[in-house]
């Protein structure tokens, strides 16, 4: 199982970024898929997740903000990220979550004031 993630890069705050994740493999038709982030000196934080079925959960810091979705024929996660703060930069890593769990390379999102 692969995850490969895309979207990253620099914008500043108020502005948008939308983070793609695809998944490779052999892929269970029931998961979770996900975004976590980390900046430097913390700890890697959950962002938002997202069930096979749709259901969704959010951190409250990214809470009216941020809107996690998934294309399942194309076992692709997304995730809009509006009125973004420079508290938001961090490394955005996409997870997948089946009997195992699985993590991409992870994408850079910087967010100038």
């Known amino acids: 199982v692969q995850l490969v993630e895309s979207g990253g890069g620099l914008v500043q705050a108020g502005g948008s970024l939308r983070l793609s994740c695809a998944v490779s493999?052999?892929?269970?038709?029931?998961?979770?898929m996900g975004w976590y982030r980390q900046s430097p000196g913390k700890q890697r934080e959950f962002v938002a997740d997202?069930?096979?079925?749709?259901?969704?959960n959010y951190a409250d810091s990214v809470k009216g903000r941020f809107t996690i979705s998934r294309d399942n024929a194309k076992n692709t996660v997304y995730l809009q990220m509006n009125n973004l703060k420079p508290e938001d930069t961090a490394v955005y890593y996409c997870?997948?979550?089946?009997?195992?769990?699985?993590w991409g390379q992870g994408t850079q999102v910087t967010v100038s004031s």
């Open positions: 997870n997948l979550e089946m009997i195992w769990s699985y």
């Open positions: 493999g052999s892929i269970s038709s029931i998961n979770r």
């Open positions: 997202i069930a096979s079925g749709g259901t969704t």
